[in-house]
């Protein structure tokens, strides 16, 4: 488990591809300073094993369905990407709950300077819209971010300098993909609402909620 808030970028230094997996060596320091392999690690919001480390970096592998729901089939060496270990029991949550595990990715459409500010516009993959609401929360890339618009095809985030110093996101372009993490909670609210233990045919849609008082 993660919260979004990126201790670190580091710097895609190997990069080996076999017919359906990769094997990233990632130079890094901070993320170093506890690390034991076996240890989850968030890179670009993907929750990767460390598998090799030392003094200058370490090793993930990134298996067939990693590669398919992500961007990472569009990394190469000297790719910058957001770092963060996973989260302690005493920590503090700074962002919100990240899980790892990337719903799909997004393209982003616009970047605009707003004074301190930059808003930047992203295409999400359609099926994830329905999970992203006004002001919620959303993890790109790993970062922890909160929404500030949404419609029908796009939403939008805003970004304060001390983010744009810490990660990635800025070093992007029009055009560039991005891996998107939907808030769980959504999700798990669907999941309830709509399973059925015994697969008959339910009829809970907005008109049902409407008329019992939840929408």
Same mark, same amino acid.
């Given at each position: ?11 895609v ?31 670009d919001g993907?929750? $990767? *094993? %460390?598998?090799?480390? =030392?003094? @200058?970096?370490?090793? /993930?592998?990134?298996? !067939?369905? &990693?590669? #398919? +729901? ?21 920590d ?52 922890? $971010? *909160? %929404?500030?618009?949404? =419609?029908? @095809?796009?939403?939008? /985030?805003?970004?304060? !300098?001390? &983010?744009? #110093? +810490? ?44 008329q019992?008082?939840?929408?």
């Amino acid at each position: 488990m993660f919260t979004g808030i990126i201790q670190e970028t580091g710097i895609v230094k190997e990069l080996i591809r076999n017919s359906k997996s990769i094997r990233l060596r990632i130079s890094a320091k901070k993320v170093l300073e506890d690390m034991k392999v076996g240890d989850s690690i968030c890179t670009d919001g993907i929750c $990767l *094993t %460390v598998v090799h480390f =030392d003094q @200058s970096g370490f090793t /993930v592998d990134a298996m !067939p369905e &990693t590669l #398919q +729901k992500t961007k990472l089939n569009d990394i190469s060496i000297n790719s910058l990407v957001n770092l963060e270990p996973a989260l302690k029991l005493n920590d503090r949550l700074g962002g919100h709950l990240v899980s790892g595990h990337i719903d799909g990715v997004g393209i982003i459409t616009n970047i605009l300077k707003d004074d301190i500010a930059h808003i930047i516009s992203i295409l999400p993959e359609r099926q994830l819209l329905k999970y992203i609401i006004n002001k919620g929360s959303i993890a790109i890339d790993g970062i922890s $971010l *909160t %929404v500030s618009y949404v =419609d029908q @095809s796009i939403f939008k /985030v805003s970004i304060i !300098p001390h &983010t744009a #110093q +810490k990660t990635t996101l800025l070093s992007k372009r029009i055009g560039d993909k991005v891996n998107l993490e939907t808030d769980m909670i959504a999700k798990y609210t669907e999941k309830l609402l709509t399973f059925d233990s015994k697969n008959r045919k339910h009829n809970i849609d907005n008109d049902f909620l409407r008329q019992n008082g939840f929408l």
